[in-house]
């Protein structure tokens, strides 16, 4: 993707981080649903403390669906926060309908917002270089 200005991008990254950094306390009672070990190892750099669950944890899809269930509770919440490419938005799409029809409340807004200040950026394991930038603010 190509960005028109520096500036704005800078922007955006730095409304990425404080989304990240301040999500629990602004969206309070959820579940986490990222790919792999490396995408929540880096949501926990940033401080993110909800509960993660990883869709690469060797279960099927029908058992992470349940487990999340479990998890969640009726009427709970959940991000699904898979990667912006094309198997993360179809993960991302199957594993919405699935939930939805459990009564999960799943956080499509949060997850386009989030993909919005994304800007280049297709993968969750990609903003390790924001967390960088986050101890180097200019």
Known sequence: MYWKSNEKLEEYEKKLIEILQTIDDTYGDFIIIVEG???????????????IIRTQAGKSRFQLVE???????????????????????????????????????VMRRLRLVIRKYMGPYRAIEELVALFKKRDFPK
């Open 37 to 51: 070990k490396r995408d929540e190892q880096l949501l926990r750099d940033f401080g993110v403390e909800a509960p």
């Open 67 to 105: 487990e999340i269930v479990r998890k969640a509770d009726k009427g709970g919440k959940v991000l699904i926060l898979t990667d912006f490419d094309s198997e993360g938005i179809e993960i991302a799409k199957s594993l919405s309908r699935a939930l939805e029809r459990y009564d999960v409340r």
